[in-house]
């Protein structure tokens, strides 16, 4: 059985080699040209002149397209047909392409997209959420409102009322390879794609229709991105089409990357939210109501902000029942790079807000932050009488009660709780604080229609099964686990499976490989095929052997029918022999699923995942510095199809989730510029960043729901375990003011902000 | 146009090639080495690690022509005879990967700074692993694993 073997990424070898290909690494035909984008420097203007003679002139220059000289208007937008892939008389960011140079050399692109006379005329830039609300510069009319009960009568008639604002900062994605593209322009017009995205089906779509080809004229195929994290959902769709359109007009295949700074500079990252919050608690650290409001800086077009702002709300409970709620979501517009897709999509933004109103709430109560987050949790499962979430939704697998007294055993809570205060009261410099975050996933995606996926099988008379299906490779292993899934469907060795590239000409119509769902959807597509091939292959040797079909046993490499036993291959050719399709499609879509978005209301998610962690910080008063020195983590993945794999997703997530909180910080100047554009100004965690002690392991339990073996999607929910990261430096920060002052720490936390709150906290 | 002349994985290679040609460039474009890869252009991700003259260089800091008579290893040179170097084999081992780009950067940084602790009779603890691997960077794994990998190569180096 390959199911819930611990098994190295599929591609390992080849990664450990150099040998795994990436866009940038596929040999090219001999007369291809490289791309790259002239960008605006100006957030917010009209285009009087762009003079691109010295573009024209510039070595190695073959072809340079602005919006005018396009056949047809091209957009690049995955939503709202409101991002045209060059600007169109006005730019709306700094960052904004303008016009598109082709030449025979990544270089000598990039050194003739310099080389352009734009003038803009400025006009007022709106950068930040508060001049969005003051200009009314939203998407949507207006802010969306959930009320479950009545939260501000709630909230006045509670023991206790807090109060406040919590500052997020967005996130740059940073995966290791750079947006990358290339399209080969194939006989009778037709347009071969080949681009590092988590979307193929979309690029497609937008490649046809910026090519004016039905989309059956438009292949789009991916092996394997260098990381995505949602920054490839929809953010790679400017340079599929750019490349394809210069493709069209030249007959030449042509390649596009982005240098880094571009890739910052011309990408959506996460979106940052500002949350105000009321939330009033009972006595007994009983919630009684929230009220939230949630505004989100959406940047200058539509993209996915409004499910992102959804999920959010979504997520404002996190793990626990709440009896009146009230979220106001404001999706602001502004003249900054299209916020985006990434890992969590809302999700982290929305616990946050919950997890900051925990933490302020325990501190004014003088309750341990984890005891009042207990009290408040959801009814464990199997709950008599399950809670409700705000949007209506049963909570019947909530499991976090006994997964948080066991990770507070393994870490040894009480005991440090005490030690730590101990070692505090000793020292002038130093303190350490420790934090706890809960996580309670949603696990679908919010449009109830993306929910399905589509796979491809075939087995050869040799064995080899050729696998296929909808999902993208990034790095999290999915391929790895769905071969596993096929592997034990046919009772072979997973090297019997060959896994192959996402292809929209195998495989249609498919999703994004995003919220969490990839080996949920497609590890039951491609079990449903297998089973398909697998039942006529039976069938065929049962009437070989006047035996009923059931009793044909498909394991350990072999076929097992009557007296007769078979290699597979053996079984294969004999099916073949007997004319049997050895080669089926599989479909899946996710069951009981519904859910009303004007209203708020209804079963937007299969099922919830579960995890917590516990982080211990140690903090510098004098330069605000810090380091982790411990992290425990227990997370549910149900009943893993592989736990290296997902552990690798929760200590990656983990660590994730700390940058966006902590280090990593994106700042803008006045001009709307974004003034960290490559690694020497944008920290991400190295190497150093690391928790000194790290301990996680996964929270063993299958699935109640009826997922592929009854496990859990692990991409994201890990992520917003580092939220315990954030509650771990206000714990130490508040222990410098003796726990008078509520810290009230904005992300990111950096050392400059720590040192500021240090400062606020010795009054 | 500079003629360059150098030992790469063992053979002997001679090019011309512009005077700017990075050795980034030269491995990838000239000689189709796309093992080395570029993540940042700008020195600090690690991905275009390489050995030159026996030294972890960050492939996308040299010129080319900076490598002109040199002998470089890249991680399409490591194995021998089809056999993984013991580093390689940790990482595939120990899950030391996993969108994979940043991987032959973190292994010949592991190769190099395994053998220079090993020349010098200076113990590689934990500590020092982070410590030489700051310049090396990735957004998957939070690095644990890559510390694993790399401690378990010493210890079959």
Known sequence: MSVADPLPHDSARLHVTGAARYVDDIPLPANALHLAFGLSDVAHGVIEALDLSAVRASDGVVEVLAAGDLARPADVSPSAHDEPLLAEGRVHYAGQPVFVVAATSHRAARVAARRAALRVAPLPAILTVDEALAAGSRFEGGPVVWDKGDAEAAIAAADLVVEGTLELGGQEHFYLEGQAALALPGEGGEMHVIASTQHPTEVQHKVAHALGLPQAMV????????????????????????????????????????????????????????????????????????????????????????????????????????????????????????????????????????????????????????????????????????????????????????????????????????????????????????????????????????????????????????????????????????????????????????????????????????????????????????????????????????????????????????????????????????????????????????????????????????????????????????????????????????????????????????????????????????????????????????????????????????????????????????????????????????????????????????????????? | MAQVSMTVNGKAVKRSVPDTTLLSEFLREHLRLTGTHVGCDTSQCGACVVHVDGRAVKSCTMLAAGADGASVVTIEGLAKDGALHPMQTAFNDNHGLQCGFCTPGMIMSGVDMVARYKAEGRELTEAAIRHELEGNICRCTGYHNIVKSIQDAAARM
């Open chain 1, 219 to 763: 292949r789009v195929e991916c092996r394997r991105m260098g990381g995505g994290f949602g920054g490839k959902e929809s953010q790679g769709n400017a340079l599929a089409v750019a490349v394809a359109v210069v493709a069209q007009a030249t007959g030449r295949p042509c390649k596009m990357r982005y240098d880094r700074d571009d890739d910052f500079l011309i990408t959506g990252k996460r979106h940052d939210f500002r949350i105000d919050y009321r939330a009033g608690f009972g006595r007994d650290g009983r919630i009684r109501g929230v009220a939230f409001r949630h505004l989100v800086r959406c940047g200058w077009s539509q993209d996915l902000s409004l499910p992102v702002a959804d999920r959010a709300m979504l997520h404002a409970d996190n793990a626990y029942r709440i009896p009146a709620m009230r979220i106001e979501s404001h999706r602001l517009r502004t003249n900054t790079q299209s916020a985006t897709a990434f890992r969590g999509f809302g999700g982290p933004q929305g616990v946050a807000g919950i997890e900051r109103v925990m933490d302020h709430a325990a501190h004014a109560l003088g309750l341990d932050p984890i005891e009042l987050r207990r009290r408040n949790y959801y009814a464990e499962m199997p709950a008599p009488r399950p809670d409700r979430t705000p949007y209506g939704q049963e909570v019947r697998d909530f499991i976090l009660g006994g997964l948080t007294e066991k990770l507070l055993d393994g870490a040894d809570y009480a005991a440090r709780r005490a030690e730590i205060a101990a070692w505090n009261a000793g020292q002038r410099v130093l303190r350490r604080g420790i934090g706890f975050a809960p996580v309670k996933f949603g696990i679908s995606f919010t449009l109830s229609h993306l929910n399905q996926a589509g796979a491809l099988v075939h087995v050869y008379t040799d064995g080899s099964v050729h696998l296929n299906h909808g999902g993208t490779e990034m790095g999290q292993g999915l391929f790895q686990k769905v071969a596993q899934v096929a592997a034990a469907e046919f009772g072979v060795p997973v090297s019997a499976v060959r896994i192959t590239a996402t292809d929209t000409a195998k495989v249609p119509n498919t999703s994004a490989t995003a919220a969490s769902s990839g080996s949920d959807l497609n590890g039951m597509a491609v079990q449903a095929a297998c089973a398909e091939i697998r039942a006529r292959m039976a069938g065929h040797l049962a009437s070989l052997h006047q035996i009923t079909p059931d009793a044909v046993v498909f394991a350990g490499g072999a076929v097992q029918a009557g007296g007769a036993r078979y290699s597979f291959a053996e079984a294969a050719t004999l099916a073949w022999q007997g004319r049997v399709s050895l080669s089926a499609t599989g479909f899946y879509r996710t069951p009981d699923i519904a859910w009303d978005r004007a209203r708020g209301e209804g079963r937007p998610f299969y099922y919830f995942a579960h995890g917590a962690a516990l982080t211990e910080v140690v903090v510098d008063r004098l330069t605000g510095e810090y380091r982790i020195l411990r992290a425990d983590i227990l997370h549910d993945a149900g009943a893993s199809l592989n736990p290296a794999l997902d552990i690798g997703q929760i200590e990656g997530g983990y660590v994730q989730g700390v940058g966006w909180l902590t280090t990593e910080e994106l700042v803008w100047d006045n001009a709307g510029r974004l003034r960290t554009h490559a690694p020497s100004t944008y920290k991400i965690p190295a190497f150093g960043d690391r928790p000194a002690v790290f301990n996680v392991a996964l929270h063993q339990g299958a699935n109640p729901a009826a997922t592929i073996h009854r496990s859990k999607a692990v991409g994201e929910p890990p992520l917003m375990l580092g939220i315990s990261a954030l509650m771990a430096l206000s714990d130490a920060v508040a222990a410098f003011g003796g726990g008078r002052v509520y810290p009230a720490l904005d992300a990111p936390a950096t050392p400059e902000r720590v040192l500021a709150a240090v400062e606020r906290m010795r009054g």
